[in-house]
């Protein structure tokens, strides 16, 4: 007798919540750069966008400028260099390698601000200073 049991979903490998948010971010990659056309899913870790443009390859270097609308300012962008770990037709996803402190600031109240639970965020980014390496 086959008796079939039930499976556990897979565990969730992420270490941030991730957020969706219009903004204008690009990825460039060599020569290449990918603009991100409606939401992009950021989180303190990475970033996915969908995109018109041709993507570069799993694995390229990259680096990402997210760009934040302010009232009248000049805009903030915030740049950090990563690796492409996901590269299809209409999107690509990157993980964030390297960041500097002002950039890092700026995204965390860029999710902070827009997360529905800002309290789970803080203790997200307090338990897990800087940025880590990609799963392998």
Not at 54 to 67: F, L, M, N
Not at 87 to 101: C, K, Q, R, T, Y
Request: with cysteine; net charge negative.
């Amino acid at each position: 007798m086959n008796a079939e049991t039930p499976h556990d979903p897979p565990a969730e490998r992420r270490d941030f919540i991730r957020i969706p948010f219009r903004t204008k971010a690009e990825v460039r990659a060599g020569k290449m750069t990918a603009h991100a056309v409606g939401d992009a899913n950021v989180s303190m870790s990475g970033l996915r966008i969908t995109t018109t443009d041709p993507v570069p390859a799993e694995g390229d270097p990259c680096e990402v400028r997210i760009i934040l609308e302010s009232d009248g300012a000049d805009p903030v962008a915030i740049e950090v260099k990563g690796t492409v770990v996901r590269s299809a037709p209409g999107s690509l996803a990157v993980h964030f390698n390297e960041i500097d402190l002002d950039s890092y600031w700026h995204l965390h109240q860029l999710i902070r601000m827009n997360t529905d639970d800002p309290e789970i965020a803080e203790r997200e980014f307090f338990s897990h200073w800087g940025i880590r390496p990609a799963p392998r």
